[in-house]
């Protein structure tokens, strides 16, 4: 997601891709191939995140604990940490449109061994396809719009890509449900096949050839990690993934016990904080180019605020209703800041930059939620949201103090 002719001078850098800049001339509009790179953006959240609210019903089928079939979640953000990393040095001179194609086939074939699986051992098998497919696309199709697209529209399009994190979001848990509740939970992942499916064929017919601009090694991600930017923007990852899934992975019981709302009414507004990252992740989009710092401080700190606040809060529907509104919008701006943030600290090697990236990403996404649940447990809900809120205030403090991605 990174203008690569704008960001290597942002960081003070302004002839590192010079050579790359020979090999891969400015591309021309094609909006029909980002889009095909957001379906796919979409369909793999769609499938990470769908049997989240089917977890009792396929634990049920395949004669295991609630606590184990928890790992159909936990599974493919581990996997795709390993991954991402190890894909990118593995596919380092492949046409990236081939790579796209081969992750797309591996999540389609996921969903649909999940919809058939005998045992909870298949299941795993299933999921550890996705994972790889999440690693392998967020660490080298997420940065494709530079390639796509001129590069005063670079940013728009990779917001457009970002939103199929928020539409997936939005989009997975009623759609699991219902279909669970309609038809089963296999359905459901036949379902995702289906859409899976989509994308691949979408890509198939609209991506254009995409040489590599070079080989990524064990070496190039060693040098990205020695860059002070890239560290900082992996700990700002970090901290924000650590607080934000400590206190978001509880939010429901928290609308619960806390706000007193129905089953309805949480998935209502559930709803509404998906369609307001919408909001956020597109509104940031638009204005990340002026100023990345703005951007990622004023997010970081809305996540803050609002957390810190709903914790004062107890039987106040519309504020509660409000403050997760406006979370949900802070935070869909957060995926496109931490990804321009880590291109701009990474501009000879992007690839690198994001495998890294989507590491630190995954690990902090689970170890938030392990961490939260600890702390709910031990001392309940308002210590986890106390937590989280913090961190999200400390990961905005490291944009405020980095010199190095002043943008």
């Known amino acids: 997601m990174s203008d690569h002719s704008s960001t290597a001078s942002v960081v003070g850098r302004p002839e590192p891709l010079r050579a790359q800049r020979r090999a891969a001339p400015s591309p021309r509009s094609d909006w029909p191939a980002v889009a095909s790179v957001a379906l796919m953006s979409f369909v793999l959240v769609l499938s990470e995140f769908l049997p989240i609210g089917l977890l009792p019903v396929i634990g049920s089928s395949l004669h295991v604990s609630v606590g184990t079939v928890g790992l159909v ?36 074939a996921s969903n649909v061994v999940a919809a058939v699986a005998p045992d909870m051992a298949v299941m795993a098998v299933a ?19 530079a390639r796509l697209v001129p590069a005063e529209a670079v940013h728009r399009a990779s917001s457009l890509i970002t939103a199929g994190i928020s539409a997936g979001t939005v989009v997975s ?3 699991g449900a219902l279909v ?30 995409l040489p590599p601009t070079g080989a990524i090694r ?21 901290l924000m993934f650590l607080g934000h899934f400590a206190a978001y992975t509880y939010i429901t019981p928290y609308l619960a016990d806390r706000a007193h709302f129905g089953s309805s009414t949480v998935t209502l507004v559930l709803l509404g904080y998906g369609v307001a990252g919408l909001a956020g992740n597109f ?9 990345l710092r703005a951007v990622y401080v004023t997010a970081a700190v809305l996540v803050a605020a609002t957390v810190v606040l709903l914790n004062t809060l107890t039987g106040a529907a519309p504020a509660v209703v409000v403050l997760v509104i406006v979370w949900g919008a ?7 800041a931490l990804q321009t943030w880590i291109l701009r600290a990474t501009p000879d090697a992007p690839e690198s930059g994001l495998a890294l990236l989507v590491s630190v990403l995954q690990l902090s996404l689970a170890a ?11 001392y309940g809900a308002s210590a986890a949201f106390a937590l989280g809120g913090t961190l999200a205030l400390l990961s905005a403090a490291t944009q405020i103090f980095s010199r190095a991605s002043r943008g």
């Open 173 to 175: 848990l009623p759609l």
């Open 218 to 238: 064990v070496a190039t991600l060693t040098s990205s990690l020695r860059i002070p930017a890239a560290r900082i923007a992996l700990l700002a990852t970090a």
């Open 330 to 336: 802070a935070f869909g701006a957060v995926p496109l």
């Open 180 to 209: 669970g509740h309609l038809a089963g939970w296999r359905t459901a992942f036949f379902i995702a096949a289906g859409a899976a499916l989509l994308a691949l064929v979408a890509l198939a017919l609209r991506l254009p050839s």
């Open 283 to 291: 509104a940031a989009g638009a204005i990340i180019g002026r100023s």
């Open 73 to 108: 979640v936990v599974v493919p953000g581990l996997t795709a940490a390993v991954t991402a990393p190890l894909l990118t040095i593995a596919s380092g001179r492949l046409d990236r449109r081939k790579v796209l194609i081969a992750l797309a086939v591996s999540f389609t």
């Open 368 to 378: 938030g939620s392990l961490v939260g649940g600890m702390v709910v447990d031990g």
């Open 127 to 145: 999921r550890i396809l996705l994972g790889i497919a999440v690693g392998g696309f967020w660490a080298m199709g997420a940065g494709v719009a």
